[in-house]
């Protein structure tokens, strides 16, 4: 018999709807089908007069009929078959994930169905073409929304071993039952590599497939964890439901039958946001000393102006330049630290920020106190280097922004 009449097919598009307007996490909205199984009985009863004198009642009740009623035939009765339907949406549509991470991907799975289903889960993650690529390690986990509010509060996920459509499968392939409008939160988790480029996406795309669950509301479930299928053959009446698949389409590649099938597929996508960092050290030489007297030192190391053809002979002023610069599209690289040991051959002078951008380094707001920190030596004795334990500069606390470049300029004296 057909269930699909059109305040269900109306009930279905608001549900729908709602849930690609990312209200699915919300309340969603009860589901009141008449449950599989139910056997629903109806009689009617005939009253008329004839010549003004009431005539006997006729009626099909034949378990508690009026006082003097004719009984004619029997209450009307039929069995309320089994709507297979479900729906998958992608909560997190997209998710920007840094490399070298494990990203989850989170969906939820909703029994549109008037009966209990169970489900098992199947993953298409082919990307093949430019600028994708595919995370690693997938691991599916489930948790039934099993207090029906919406929110994934129920306990902990349980992971679950993903299998092809269509093939049999034990109980470490399906979801525990699902009632009848109660959602199931799933998620998908993945690695991905450290050299995964920025902006670099993932499709992932994941397939529930209805199968029987351990107890159907109504009746035995003489097949736990088989998949559903449509019951084949005439309408029958009464008896045991019989199942109608009657869900639509969604990833329609990932779906070879299409519409009623018992698959539903929805797709997340993973987006790499890298900040690609460029590091490089080079070192100039300022200034050189008076040759007159090459043995006093230069005093203003700190804030002379570079001369052409300096020589590097002891006591003339070098400058090295450490430049960091980020060429990602979009991600900031944050908890920034530059090291650097002045060699045991120089004095060092003075160090300070430069950057030929809008920005250069900026504080981390993640770490405590205003940023960026430029730490160097403070005394004599440390300024005196060793190329070990003294002379350390130190950049901390500090952010370089996506198309930034941030500059250390610090100053020596040659010994």
Partial sequence: MSILGARGILSRFGLATALCLGLASAAHAANNLTEAGVSVS????????????????????N?????????????????????????????????????????????EVLNEGNDTSAYSFSIDDLDSGASTFDATSLVVRYLVDANDNGTADDGAYTTITQTPIGTAAGSAFITADVPKGVLVFV????????????????????????????????????????????????????????????????????????????LYAATGIIQVEAASLAASKTVTVVK???????????????????????????????????????????????????????????????????????????DDTGVAGAGPVLSVPSTPADSNCDGATTCVIQLSDAVLAAGEVGQILIRAEVK
């Fill in 187 to 262: 998620q998908v988790q993945g690695s991905i590599d450290a050299s995964v480029a920025d902006t670099f996406t993932d499709d992932v795309t994941l397939v529930a497939e209805a199968r029987d669950p351990a107890a159907f509301l109504n009746e035995a479930s003489a097949t736990p964890a088989a998949v559903t299928t449509a019951t084949g053959g005439a309408n029958v009446l009464t008896g045991s439901a019989q199942n109608v698949l009657a869900d639509s389409t969604g990833v329609a590649a990932a779906e070879a039958a299409g519409d009623a099938d018992g």
């Fill in 42 to 61: 109806n009689t009617f009863e005939l009253s008329y007069s004839v010549s003004g004198t009431a005539q006997p009642v006729i009626t099909n009740d």
């Fill in 63 to 107: 378990v508690s009929p009026p006082v003097g009623a004719v009984v004619q035939g029997a209450p009307t009765v039929f069995t309320v078959d089994r709507k297979v339907d479900l729906i998958v949406t992608a909560t997190n549509s997209t998710l920007t994930s840094a490399p070298n991470t494990n990203a989850t991907l989170t969906f």
């Fill in 288 to 362: 050189e000393p008076d040759i007159a007297d090459p043995f006093v030192a230069l005093t203003d190391c700190a804030t002379a102006t570079a001369v052409a053809g300096a020589k590097a002979v002891p006591g003339s002023c070098v400058e090295y330049v450490i430049q960091v610069q980020n060429n990602g599209a979009t991600a900031t690289a944050t908890n920034l630290v530059i090291d650097d040991i002045l060699p045991a051959e120089v004095n060092f002078i003075a160090a300070s920020l430069a950057t030929t951008t809008t920005t250069g380094f900026a």
